[in-house]
């Protein structure tokens, strides 16, 4: 077991008081040979072209210390091996990656070893390498010892033959690479990227063979609720900082508000800003800052999600459109049953109504149950969604996040078509076998199939209710904008409906107003749509024997 740990389990008291919470230097001399040329490396595009000790905030000078003071130089290992580092733009982020990446080079001592900054565009590549060009060519010494050659975004050292290179991602670009030090900016965005953890995985299967070998993760939070492989890498981040995981190798550093700070609303004052803003006073404007902060609070509810996510560090779990669904507004507040399964929604219920939407191949198939809660009578919701896996073809961009909505459970990837069929008939039946189902909504055009499974597996077919959709739905969504607004439905908190719900759009129709799949666009809404079935069948206040005889359409 290593001596150290990277935990930092007092990091919010850290950061209210201005404190460091990245862990100090396990080799301290190696730290100081790193930083003596960090600190005398320039910032051409700030005012004087100071050196990085002149200009920068303390906590760069502590990742650098951390990252350089890792390396044992009697064994040639380094004994932390990977960094996530997340913090609010404008903190100097592409200069920093610039001269850690730079330094690393200069220190190096493999011949032609590979040191790689990936970035997810050609255009973020460009902010990267920019700064690491223009430190060598604007140095009399560096000049000599380097051989910039731009056009291949590619920096050399003359006498080892390393080099640094600046790679815009793809499985091109990163395939076979043996990189000694590799760091990859903006991850956020690689978590809207199909294949994003097999080409990281690629780009990084070099380390294996490179003990003194590191990764950094360099980004700002994402301005989407956090998907794929940035997703994953900010949760384990998390649990490492927190104590959940022990990992000596790995070292999170997230600049972000505990909480009860958000939830106090305690990130909104400016007072607040610096705390998680490291470089305040330094790249970052304070009062560009607040300005900022005054036209978001103008401009409205969505301008102001976008500040805090990319000025504040503050994360997304639900995106607000102008043309968004009302009860959006009310959705996160009311996910007060943390983790609310089926069964615990069965046994606090004393009557269920199903709702059942989509299943194309190009759809998600979304299943929501309804309960009534027997004592407090609120309204209690979960949701179930199945993909065929050519939906992760037709839909790349999202893919990573339907990996992560199944890795949470909430929706089933099906091998074959018919499997997600039957298995919503599986659910119904418990449902039905447990004496309190009421009543099952669908869409009639899409009844066929799921009316067959659904009498396989016994569920009586007097109960299946078709739902009609379009304009006549707007008494089910202005229900359930009610019921959330009033705090009488209450959920799980479950992602894969916090996404459907930031993707539903309104379009009014006369004196109604519709969602539909065509306003959404391509943007997944079955689940949502299932919910609305249920609602428009619990709404009707069913008694728990109450059984509907024959096939009605409501």
């Known amino acids: 077991m290593a001596e150290w740990s990277t935990a930092c389990p007092d990091w919010a008291a850290r950061l209210r008081a201005g404190k460091s919470i ?25 005012p004087g ?9 303390p906590w760069v000078f502590d990742l650098a210390a951390s990252i350089f003071g890792a390396y044992d130089s009697e064994s040639g290992r380094r004994q932390i091996t990977e960094w996530f580092v997340c913090l609010p733009k404008k903190n100097s982020k592409s200069t920093i990656a610039a001269a850690i990446m730079l330094t690393s080079l200069i220190l ?40 910039v050659q731009t056009h291949i975004k590619t920096i050399t050292h003359r006498n080892s033959g390393a080099n640094l290179k600046v790679v815009a991602a793809d499985n091109n670009t990163v395939g076979g690479k043996k990189a000694v030090g590799i760091l990859v900016d903006e991850a956020w965005l690689f978590g809207k990227v199909a294949n994003a953890e097999n080409m990281l995985r690629e780009a990084t299967g070099g380390l294996a063979s490179r003990p003194e070998g590191f990764i950094i993760w360099l980004t700002t939070q994402s301005d989407d609720p956090p998907a794929g492989v940035f997703r994953q890498k900010l949760q384990y981040a998390r649990d490492v900082r927190d104590g959940k ?37 330094y790249s970052v404007d304070r009062e560009f800052l607040e300005r900022e902060f005054r036209k978001a609070e103008n401009a409205g509810e969505e301008s102001m999600r976008g500040f805090l996510a990319k000025h504040l560090n503050v994360e997304i779990g639900l995106n607000l459109r102008s043309d968004r669904w009302a009860g959006a507004d009310f959705w996160e507040a009311q996910g007060k049953a943390k983790g609310l399964t089926l069964d615990d929604l069965l ?49 790349k961009s999202e893919a990573g996040r339907f990996r992560d909505f199944a890795k949470d459970g909430d929706l089933t990837l099906v091998a074959h078509m018919g499997d997600d069929v039957n298995e919503v008939a599986e659910i119904v039946a418990r449902c039905e076998t ?40 707007t008494g089910a969504i202005k229900t359930t904008e009610r019921k959330l607004a009033e705090g009488g439905l209450i959920h799980g908190g ?38 609305f079935n249920a609602v428009t069948l619990m709404s009707l206040n069913p008694d728990s024997n109450n059984i509907t005889q024959g096939f009605v359409e409501l």
């Not at 995981?245 to 600049?255: A, C, G, K």
């Not at 309804?370 to 209690?380: A, M």
């Not at 539903?504 to 666009?521: F, M």
């Open 494 to 531: 479950q992602p894969l409906m916090a996404w459907c719900v930031g993707n539903a759009k309104v379009e009014p129709k006369g004196n109604a107003i519709v969602i539909t799949k065509q306003v959404s666009g391509t943007a997944k809404i079955d689940p949502l749509m299932a919910a």
């Open 434 to 473: 447990s004496g309190l189902l009421d009543k099952i909504g669908c869409d009639p055009a899409g009844l066929g199939g799921i009316l067959d499974a659904l009498v396989e597996a016994d569920v009586p077919q007097e109960k299946v209710i078709g739902i009609s959709q379009g304009w006549k739905m």
């Open 245 to 281: 995981v022990i990992d000596p190798r790995f070292v999170p550093v997230i600049y972000e508000f505990p909480q009860e700070m958000l939830d106090a609303k305690e990130h909104l004052d400016p007072a607040q800003f610096a705390m998680v803003n490291p470089n305040m006073d």
């Open 49 to 57: 072209s100071p050196t990085i000790g002149e200009a920068c905030a």
């Open 22 to 46: 990245i862990p100090p230097p396990i080799f301290p001399e190696e730290a100081e040979r790193g930083l003596a040329v960090l600190r005398e490396l320039r910032i051409i595009d700030a």
């Open 347 to 395: 046994e606090r219920s004393e009557v269920v109504d199903v709702g059942i939407d989509g299943g194309g191949l190009d759809d998600l198939l979304g299943l929501a149950v309804v309960g009534r809660d027997k004592i407090t009578r609120e309204w209690l919701l979960w949701a179930h969604a199945w993909a065929h896996p050519s939906v992760l073809e037709r839909r």
């Open 108 to 147: 190096n001592w493999r011949q032609s070893a590979e040191f790689i900054i990936l970035a997810p565009t050609v255009e973020i590549a460009n902010n990267s390498y920019a700064p690491a060009r223009d430190m060598c060519q604007k140095d009399e010494e560096l000049d000599e010892l380097m051989l």
